[in-house]
């Protein structure tokens, strides 16, 4: 049996994103929509 958490992304830079699910952070990659349009934060860093 599979449980998904949504998450809540608060910050984009490059193609690494931060996220928050449950008052959890954590990175994750956005390697699989490196074809698709990305808003990245300009606090990148």
Do not use: F, Y
Not at 15 to 43: P, T, V
């Amino acid at each position: 049996m599979c449980l998904a958490a949504p998450k809540q992304v608060t910050a984009v830079c490059g193609l690494n994103a931060s996220c928050e699910a449950r008052g959890m952070l954590c990175e994750i990659s956005l390697l699989k929509l490196q074809h698709g349009a990305l808003a990245e934060d300009s606090k990148c860093g």
